[in-house]
């Protein structure tokens, strides 16, 4: 049985290594199916590879930002900034405190929001500020450090594409001003098959996240299991990372270095390849520093050319729908004419483990074919 579409067809595909289901063979023998030390070593090993203090790691990166919107104390009456173009996650989480967010635009060269973009928008109720680290791309704010600590404004940043990526010198999950939310989901730059972690600025956070993915208990598991009694210090979800699912990160975390190698190489090889090619812009990244998570173009008729790809096997995707124009959203709308713009042009390419470069040619000679259907029509 292949598990695996090894060409183009596919849009997204996790890097493995061979080694995950031994990983995982070894923790179901030995019978850890819950939270365990495994989950534990897991986070260190995060933490490390970072350069951060402490990373607490939950069950998805959905629940790392709802965790840390409430670690945050982020409620009821307030208000986040939030670009719209993002997956549906982001809002969901911010909805899951009872917060409105407050949808801004994004720069249509990098599908990111921008400094000035959160300044306009900012209001006597805006409480936090989410930045999407689009397609691993590091948003940076710091030119607003001074203006959002004086208006009491948290940033949590979404950073479910970005493991790896740098901003300046750093990682990101490094930056002390911002609590920082990955997503180990199957296809991010990092697999648990499901999971997520948040970065925390400071041990008080890092409790705090450890109680809420506990169900509001503090006590350890080996220190539940001496006493006949635990304690419920407050309101918490089941939230944490399983050692199953840690298993998989471990060894995904040993072949870090091939997957950042390996999703350059492959952004390079298109990036050449589309140079010759009229009519698709590609979406820049700065590679030194970005650990690209998706490969995505601008073109013109863009439904036509998704249709016309697509009819040929080619597993082109879209990211995302805008978010301020989906129905459960509608009371949040407002006018974002980039996005909205953007959002009728960007297309993702196959970028995944299993595409070599004669896919990408094939690829790109392919959607060459379909603009000129396209224009021509
Ligand atoms: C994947 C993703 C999430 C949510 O992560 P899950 O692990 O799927 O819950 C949030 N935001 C963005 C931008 C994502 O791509």
Redesign the pocket.
Known sequence: MSLTIPDARRNASPYLYGREAASVARVLEAGQYGHTDLTAEFERRIAAHLGVPDAVAVS????A?HSALLATGIGLGDEVIVPSL??C??VQAIRAVGAAPRFIDVDRATLCITPELVMEAATEDTAAVLP?L?GGRAVDLNSLREDLTERGIVVIE?A??AFGSHRGPHHVGADDTALTCF???PV?NLTCG???AVIPRTPEEAATVRRLRMLGVTQSQSERAEATSYQVEGFGLRYQLSSVNAAIGLTQLDHFDTTVRSRRHLWRAYSDALGELEGATLVDVDLDRTVPHLCQVRVPYRDHVFAHLRARNIGVGFHYPPNHLQPAFARWTRDLPATERVSREILSLPFHQHLAEADVHRVVTALGHALKAAGGR
Do not use: M, P, W
């Open positions: 998805s990166g959905t629940a930002l993002t997956f996650a982001t999407v689009f979404d479910a594409h997503s180990f989901g991010k499901q999971g997520g």
